[in-house]
């Protein structure tokens, strides 16, 4: 006959109260640097979306110019990449 061995103490005995992990978490988030991070993630979250409406932005802003350097259109020209 086999007897069956309990565990000396359950799972949830182990764990801290509330606050001793509350605190174990701010610890382990300063200690890897999260702090900044986690600040900021929380101030994106309660601030409101952009403005999708058209009357919000009201002056047309221009492309940015690209340049193409004189190696970099070589290369694409060796290519076949012609960047006229």
């Given at each position: 006959?086999?007897?069956?061995?309990?565990?000396?103490?359950?799972a949830?005995?182990?764990?801290?109260?509330?606050?001793?992990m509350?605190?174990?978490?701010?610890?382990?988030?300063?200690?890897?640097?999260?702090?900044?991070?986690?600040?900021r993630?929380?101030?994106?979250a309660?601030?409101?979306?952009p403005?999708?409406?058209?009357?919000?932005?009201?002056i047309?802003v221009?492309?940015?110019?690209?340049?193409?350097?004189?190696?970099?259109?070589?290369?694409?020209?060796?290519l076949?990449?012609?960047?006229?």
């Amino acid at each position: 006959m086999t007897t069956s061995r309990r565990p000396s103490s359950l799972a949830g005995d182990e764990l801290g109260t509330p606050a001793e992990m509350a605190a174990d978490g701010r610890e382990a988030s300063r200690n890897l640097g999260l702090q900044g991070r986690l600040e900021r993630a929380a101030k994106a979250a309660v601030t409101p979306a952009p403005s999708l409406r058209f009357d919000d932005y009201p002056i047309e802003v221009g492309k940015r110019e690209i340049r193409v350097s004189d190696a970099a259109a070589r290369i694409a020209n060796a290519l076949h990449l012609h960047l006229d």
